[in-house]
């Protein structure tokens, strides 16, 4: 049999073209369909298990798919707004608690999530090193974004202007980094996490700036009345927050009407979440309360008749590659007859001639294996990201 | 008497929502609370209703407006360990914008008259960069000067406490109603001075009397003064003008005026008494003594021939 093996695997290193073909075209077909279930199991478990620990949402009326994707995994698409007013009333009903959030700003291509301190309570997170947000510009990072960006507590990281070409929009906002999160393996290792209210001064809402009366000899007083100052650009506007100038930092109107993106809504009880269901039904109704469990579970089904149709289609492919491998097989006896003639001449059985064939397919088979297999392993190191980009991102 | 029975009824109502709410809940085991107040008056009404169940702390210094505290990183740090956070609402705790807590723990009083805020009218507005025309100020804050909003605020915390430690709250509702008692108790007595007084005019020597002013309907006039601070000419000027038209002889104080302030006002017929909204701990005494104080010197002017 050692002899045969090593006859079989002479003729491969010889035929060196014809055989990494087939190894290459063995290993795809078995390692497409693994692939593709281990890919479509690491999105489930994903998008599942945040959803699965996330009770309620409140947003916008529109698509609820957007709403859950936005607010779970922090992707790009951005719901309509909702107001801070929405949160209050939450509270006010006593049926549940609001995790208020405010997904729309980036720095350095991670998402900038402003929300309040509950949220990591909610989804008992520990802080790897430093401290939560205390102040207004101080941040918490993700896991992912410390160890990429190689940022540490007491660092900084600037808020991304949201269009390059709006020279007249708001500055970006330089944010003190006072923690890092332990790795969650979740969107939040991504993220960078700010108080709504630093969310809000990046938008411009609130905002820190030199005292006018005090500028009035540099000439930052363009008019003023009994009852109002016009102050020119001369006035500096503060784009970091420190406590030199924290005192200065102010908001603009009523912060009910401030803007937030969703609302994780925590019912106190089943009887409280169906009430709440109840209250966001009507027409007239500009919000909607969606269970992200359920908008994800109908994700995953599209997703999975996808997968029936896409495995189909492998399995065809699949049959019709084993008919063209025994072609090849078949063609390559028949280009070797001259070579299988001089073994029966050296006094060979036609079972060696067997043994011969057999081990090439062995080989073959088992080299083909073996690349699949570490294909595999390279696929769930990536897979996390890889499933990011594709279905959450 | 309507007045009294209405508040009998009230509660008698209150009492027992809350005997059927804790029959309701869940028995769990008593827990210390750890609660942070932003100012002394709801320290007091914590206390009272808790009476040592729960730590209850006013984390600013004593000698500071409670109102324009900055705190650090470390105290907000602090603050964030607490089991119950008590604000005062209307804009009271200039500070709480700019630092980060939970909102599941932050309690707001003053929620539930929310309608009753006292704008503040002589607000300057101003003009610069995006965001267009706005003034900084808002509505005044020291809301239980109004001792009815005192009691609604009292029994705000009440709720808050039974709920958040139903297990306590047949014992908070024992400490609470004596404490409700005595706030509607001075609200009366206050009612009943308001009206003795008809419409005698008053200066305030701070913009901190406009809920006490209302409640009561004090014809009261303030100014902006500092009791420790010997009043600029331009403030006595000022002052002089006010007098004109609103020919005061009697002037409330936060806090103790400086002799010499009392002696120049004296010499403009206007007598001193001390009415300290006692934002911060006071010296002696408690929240209900204080008050008990203030009452009786505004009873001086009353009783002034």
Redesign the interface.
């Known amino acids: 049999m050692i002899d045969s093996l090593y006859l079989a695997w002479r003729y491969i290193v010889f035929n060196r073209k014809k055989t990494i073909t087939l190894i290459t075209c063995i290993s795809l077909i078995t390692f497409l369909p693994f692939a593709l279930k281990a890919l479509l199991s690491e999105s489930e478990h994903q998008l599942m298990s945040r959803a699965a620990t996330t009770p309620l949402l409140v947003g916008a009326k529109g698509n609820s798919l957007d709403l859950v994707m936005n607010s779970l995994y922090f992707s790009k698409e951005e719901p309509d707004f909702i107001t801070m007013k929405s949160?209050d009333e939450i509270?006010?009903s006593g049926l549940a608690?609001?995790?208020?959030l405010y997904t729309r700003f980036q720095a350095r291509e991670y998402p900038i999530v402003g929300t309040?301190?509950?949220y990591f309570?909610f989804r008992h997170y520990k802080i790897e090193q430093g401290?939560?947000?205390?102040?207004?510009g101080?941040c918490l990072i993700g896991a992912d974004v410390a160890s990429k960006l190689n940022l540490s507590i007491g660092d900084s990281i600037l808020s991304s202007p949201e269009n390059l070409f709006d020279l007249a929009g708001?500055y970006p906002l330089k944010m003190v980094i006072?923690g890092v999160l332990e790795k969650t393996n979740s969107a939040d290792d991504k993220a960078v996490f700010v108080?709504l209210?630093t969310a809000w001064v990046i938008q411009?809402?609130?905002?820190g700036?030199q005292d006018?009366k005090k500028m009035e000899e540099a000439g930052a007083i363009v008019n003023q009345s009994k009852?109002?100052?016009?102050?020119?650009?001369k006035?500096k506007?503060y784009t970091e927050i420190n406590?030199d100038n924290?005192?200065s930092?102010?908001?603009?109107?009523d912060?009910s009407i401030y803007p937030l993106t969703a609302i994780i809504t925590i019912p106190q009880d089943d009887k409280s979440a169906t009430i709440l269901r109840g209250r966001y039904l009507s027409d007239q109704q500009d919000q909607q309360i969606v269970r992200p469990k359920e908008v994800i579970e109908d994700l995953l089904g599209n997703i999975f008749r996808i997968k029936d149709f896409i495995d189909g289609v492998v399995l065809v492919v699949a049959i019709a590659m084993i008919l063209a491998v025994m072609l090849v097989f078949s063609l390559s006896l028949r280009l070797r007859q001259k070579e299988i003639n001089t073994i029966f001449h050296l006094g060979c059985s036609r079972a060696t001639v067997v043994q011969l064939i057999a081990a090439e397919i062995l080989i073959i088979v088992l080299a083909s294996g073996i690349l699949c297999y570490l294909s595999l392993l390279v696929l769930q190191h990536y897979q996390e990201n890889i499933v990011h980009t594709l279905f959450i991102s | 008497m309507i007045r009294s029975t209405f508040y009998s009824l009230r509660k008698l109502l209150l009492v027992s929502g809350v005997i059927l709410a804790s029959g309701n809940s869940r028995a769990e085991e008593a827990a210390a609370l750890n609660i942070v107040t932003v100012n002394y008056p709801l320290k007091f009404f914590a206390e009272s209703i808790t009476k040592g169940s729960a730590t209850v702390n006013l984390p600013m210094p004593v000698d500071i407006d409670p109102a324009f505290w900055s705190p650090k990183a470390d105290d907000v740090s602090a603050l964030q360990k607490a089991d119950v956070v008590l604000l005062n609402g209307a804009n009271y705790a200039k500070w709480l914008p700019k630092v980060s807590l939970s909102l599941f723990k932050m309690v707001n009083t003053s929620s539930q008259f929310s309608d009753q805020f006292i704008p503040i009218e002589s607000a300057m507005k101003h003009n610069h960069g995006v965001g267009g025309e706005h003034s900084h100020t808002g509505n005044a804050f020291t809301t239980w000067l109004d001792f009815s909003l005192a009691e609604q605020q009292a029994t705000a915390i009440f709720k808050a406490l039974s709920k958040k430690t139903p297990n306590l709250s047949a014992s908070y509702v024992t400490n609470f109603i004596p404490l409700q008692e005595s706030l509607l108790a001075i609200d009366a007595e206050l009612t009943q001075i308001g009206s003795s007084l008809k419409g005698k005019p008053l200066l305030g020597s701070h913009p901190v009397y406009q809920y006490l002013k209302k409640r009561y309907q004090l014809n009261l006039q303030s100014v902006h003064w500092e009791p420790e601070d010997a009043p600029s000419k331009e403030q006595w000027e000022t002052l002089k003008k006010i007098l004109k038209k609103h020919p005061a002889k009697w002037m409330l104080w936060e806090g103790k005026p400086a002799p010499e302030t009392v002696t120049k006002l004296e010499a403009l017929g206007v007598k001193s008494i001390v009415f300290t909204p006692c934002a911060n701990k006071p010296e002696k005494g408690d929240f209900l003594s204080v008050m008990k104080m203030n009452t009786e010197n505004l009873k001086a002017i009353v009783n002034e021939k």
């Open positions: 949160a509270i006010d608690l609001p995790i208020p309040s301190l509950d309570e401290r939560a947000f205390a102040m207004l101080e708001i006072t108080d209210k411009g809402l609130g905002h700036h006018v009852n109002l100052v016009t102050a020119s650009s006035v506007q406590t924290l005192e930092f102010h908001f603009h109107g912060p």
